[in-house]
C-alpha cells in the first residue's frame, strides 16, 4: 500500500477539516510518486482541483458516465458489478425506493384530486396529477439521500485501500463504522416499510375507487426518478470539463461546483 495515490474520500460538510488534510496530504502523496498507478474513476471523481488538472484526461462522456454508474438506481443497481458497494443492499435499497414512491404518493391525494376524479367518473387525468408525481418524487430523492449516506460503502474501501503500512490500525475503526451504517440501513428500512404497508392497506381499503390512479401515479413517479438523473447529472460532467479544459485560468469555483452534486 506504499506509495499509492491517498486521494479521494469525499468527506460529507461536518468533516470539513479532515477533508482539507486528506487533501494536503494527497498533493504531498502524489508529488513524491513517480509511478502513479492508474486510477478510477470513483478516484479521479474525487481529487482536488490541482490534481484533477494533472490527472484526469477523461472526455465529457465518459464523465459522465462514471456518474451515471454510481447515481442512477436503475444503472447501479443492476448494471454495475464490482464497484466496492454491497450486492444485497443495492437490491434492498432498490425494492425500498419503490415503495417509498408508492406509500409517498398517498400523502397527495387532496380532497379536491378526490373531488375532480369523482366528477370525471373515475378516470385518470394524468395533467392533474402531475404536481401530485413531481412532490412525491422529490421527497423520494430526499429519502434516497439517507440511504446514500447508509448504504454506499465503496468510499470505504478507497479508505482502507489508501493506509500507508503505519495507518494499518484504522483498518478496525473503518470497518466498525459500514457494520453501524448497514446496522443502521435495514433499521431504518424496516420501520419504514412496516410504516408504508399499514398506510398502503389503509388508503386502498377506504378509497377502493382511487387504486387504479394511486398505482399509476406510483409508476409515474418512479419513472421520473429514473430520468431525471439524466439532465440533473449533465451539469456536474459539463462543469467539471470546461474547469479542466480551461485550467489556466483557473477555474477552481466552478470545479468545486461540479463536485456539489452528486452529494455521496
Known sequence: MTNKINSIYKFSEINNDNKTKESENLNSNINNNSSNEKLDNF????????????????????????????????????????????VYIKFSRFIFLICTDMALNIFFFSDETMHKMFLDYGKYNFIQQIPQIIYSTLVSQLIELILCFLSLTDKHFYQIKNLSESSKYKIFPIIKCIKMKITFFYIFTFIMFAFYWYAVACFCAVYEN????????????????????????????????????ASKIRCKCIYAISDIIPFF
Open 43 to 86: 478516484e479521479l471523481n474525487n481529487l482536488e482541483y490541482e490534481m484533477a488538472i494533472k490527472l484526469d484526461k477523461r472526455n465529457f462522456l465518459t464523465i459522465y458516465w462514471s456518474i451515471l454508474k454510481r447515481e442512477h438506481l436503475l444503472i447501479y443497481t443492476f448494471f454495475i458489478r464490482n464497484d466496492y458497494n454491497i
Open 210 to 245: 382511487t387504486q387504479k390512479a394511486f398505482i399509476k401515479d406510483s409508476f409515474s413517479s418512479f419513472a421520473l426518478g429514473l430520468l431525471y438523473p439524466f439532465i440533473l447529472y449533465l451539469f456536474p460532467s459539463i462543469f467539471r470539463i470546461i474547469a479542466l479544459r
